[in-house]
């Protein structure tokens, strides 16, 4: 079964220009996260959906973060303008859902990162 | 806000040793999952403990929550290079939502 799929792997763009990273999540999974991951600050959540709709977005940084899920096969998280601090590595996973009375939380099943450089 | 901190940063080690990671919060977690992330890829999850003072063993590591559900352990025995990776405990509540630990960078030495 193929896995959690992020693109692309690798982005390096200069300050101010717009960036999307993209993901398709597992087939039948009911929740998709986007990460992302600093040396300083670990892995951070930025915002998850559950059947598309988006239900935290605390984690997003500033209005220049935006991320969408137009359907179950598929998001984008935008950065526009992007800036040199946003360079780090991010995470899109997905999940099945927990599920009524079910202890313990599904495994998330990460991609393999989509390492962003800002310039 | 609820935190996860993670006990050493950095461990550095030969092949052989045993080692123990600590998880730490002050916060009661309703489960408790340990991943390891290898170089240039995602977190891949090792175990789940949901009860209080529950120990699992996956071959030479051995997981345990707290009583209280506030902390975990991880311990390897006779690390292996293999074993080498960033280790991450993640909290979950009622939501599907996971809060990750701050990492645990482990290098075995050959």
């Known amino acids: 079964d193929a896995g959690v799929i992020q693109s692309p792997r690798h982005e390096v763009t200069e300050m101010g220009q717009e960036v999307t990273l993209r993901c398709k999540p597992i087939?039948?999974?009911?929740?998709l996260f986007w990460y992302r991951q600093t040396m300083m600050r670990g892995l951070e959540l930025l915002i998850y959906?559950?059947?598309?709709?988006?239900?935290?977005d605390s984690g997003m940084p500033e209005d220049r973060f935006s991320a969408k899920m137009p359907n179950a096969s598929f998001s984008t998280l935008k950065i526009q303008p992007s800036e040199p601090r946003d360079s780090a590595v991010y995470f899109c996973?997905?999940?099945?859902?927990?599920?009524?009375?079910?202890?313990?939380?599904?495994?998330?099943?990460f991609g393999d990162g989509t390492r962003l450089s800002i310039l | 806000t609820q935190l996860l901190e993670q006990s050493p940063q950095f461990l550095s080690i030969q092949e052989g040793e045993n080692l123990t990671v600590y998880c730490n919060s002050s916060?009661?977690?309703?489960?408790l999952q340990w991943y390891r992330q290898e170089p240039g890829e995602g977190p891949v999850l090792l175990v789940t403990v949901v009860t209080g003072g529950e120990v699992k063993k996956l071959k030479r590591l051995t997981f345990q929550f707290g009583d209280a559900r506030k902390d975990s352990s991880l311990h390897i025995t006779a690390a292996q290079p293999g074993d080498t990776g960033l280790y991450l405990c993640a909290g979950g509540g009622a939501t599907n939502k996971l809060i990750f630990g701050t990492g645990t960078l482990l290098a075995v030495q050959p």
């Open positions: 996973a997905s999940s099945k859902n927990k599920g009524q009375g079910s202890s313990g939380n599904q495994p998330q099943h």
């Open positions: 959906f559950n059947n598309n709709v988006p239900i935290d």
């Open positions: 087939s039948g999974h009911d929740y």
């Open positions: 916060s009661v977690f309703s489960s």
